[in-house]
């Protein structure tokens, strides 16, 4: 039975496939900004790192019903040794 709440594993794995490859092109910029003068570099930086927070919002959900989709897999989840 599936919860009104959840998530398909198709278009779980879909929307994670989605977003590596949003993440990977902000990815792409970083090492373009870095060089840039201030004050220029930190708006910049700023409004990359802005996207990459709502990219994990995209994601959250996805996880949240899939935590094997999560991509940093359980790392977060476990206590520091």
């Known amino acids: ?5 959840s998530i398909d594993r198709e278009t779980a ?4 496939a989605l977003a590596r490859r949003m993440g990977d092109a902000m ?4 090492p373009l ?3 840039l003068p201030q004050p220029v570099r930190s708006e910049l930086l700023r ?3 802005t996207l990459m927070g709502h990219l994990w919002d995209l994601q959250r959900p996805v996880v ?3 935590p094997d989709l999560d991509p940093d897999g359980d790392r ?3 206590p520091l040794t």
């Open 76 to 78: 977060f989840r476990k």
């Open 1 to 5: 039975m599936t919860n009104a709440n």
């Open 33 to 35: 900004i870095r060089p």
């Open 47 to 49: 409004a990359l790192g």
């Open 64 to 66: 949240r019903c899939h």
């Open 13 to 16: 794995q879909q929307l994670m």
């Open 27 to 30: 990815n792409e910029a970083d």
